[in-house]
T-cell receptor
Framework: AQSVTQPDIHITVSEGASLELRCNYSYGATPYLFWYVQSPGQGLQLLLKYFSGDTLVQGIKGFEAEFKRSQSSFNLRKPSVHWSDAAEYFCAVGMNPADRGSTLGRLYFGRGTQLTVWP | DTEVTQTPKHLVMGMTNKKSLKCEQHMGHRAMYWYKQKAKKPPELMFVYSYEKLSINESVPSRFSPECPNSSLLNLHLHALQPEDSALYLC???????????FGPGTRLLVL
């Protein structure tokens, strides 16, 4: 069964500090991995995704994530956080379409990590 | 352009009302999704449409009735809702089922 673990419910960093949000997943083959960000009362915005190839992926707003198969992880990083980055961050895993399962299209979300940025 | 639009932004309804939520995309995507999100929780999948056909129904109560009249439009018809149905309802679309999902801004629903 597919699942996602985000071990940190809440992280607080100072503006300008570096950030790493953790995500571990469970999936039988090579998954589709995503990071989404959600500001209060808003929809989810895609930050980045990993399907295959280079394990270090670049996203929008200066974010990057690294896929580590051996650790079943897909951690999100940013070298210097801005106050506007304060939001809820969700890691998600989806079935690879090549696997053609009945749950294709279902995203399994982690519980989210709330990021607070101190000025 | 990766825009999904949802109307209305906010909706207040009584338990005997009938209302509908609307979702639209003009990206040529052939898969569309409805999610329900409670405060401080991740989105929960409700329905998936692929090529205008219902592909996944996550055992959602019948008071929620989805409809996909064409490839650009997805509706969610609401009838006899309960206060616990109050939530943010999110729509998403993807090129095909299983590909990257792009979300709309959501409809904030309050059931009184």
């Amino acid at each position: 069964a597919q699942s996602v673990t985000q071990p940190d419910i809440h992280i607080t960093v100072s503006e300008g500090a570096s950030l790493e949000l953790r995500c571990n997943y469970s999936y039988g083959a090579t998954p589709y991995l995503f990071w989404y960000v959600q500001s209060p009362g808003q929809g989810l915005q895609l930050l980045l995704k990993y399907f295959s190839g280079d394990t270090l992926v670049q996203g929008i707003k200066g974010f990057e994530a690294e896929f580590k198969r051996s650790q079943s992880s897909f951690n999100l990083r940013k070298p210097s956080v801005h106050w506007s980055d304060a939001a809820e961050y969700f890691c998600a895993v989806g079935m690879n379409p090549a696997d053609r399962g009945s749950t294709l299209g279902r995203l399994y979300f982690g519980r989210g990590t709330q990021l607070t940025v101190w000025p | 352009d990766t825009e999904v639009t949802q109307t209305p932004k906010h909706l207040v309804m009584g338990m005997t009302n009938k209302k509908s939520l609307k979702c639209e995309q003009h990206m040529g995507h052939r898969a569309m999704y409805w999610y329900k999100q409670k405060a401080k929780k991740p989105p929960e999948l409700m329905f998936v449409y692929s090529y205008e056909k219902l592909s996944i129904n996550e055992s959602v109560p019948s008071r929620f009735s989805p409809e996909c009249p064409n490839s650009s439009l997805l509706n969610l018809h609401l009838h006899a809702l309960q206060p616990e149905d109050s939530a943010l309802y999110l729509c998403a679309s993807s090129q095909i089922r299983g590909e990257t999902q792009y979300f709309g801004p959501g409809t904030r629903l309050l059931v009184l």
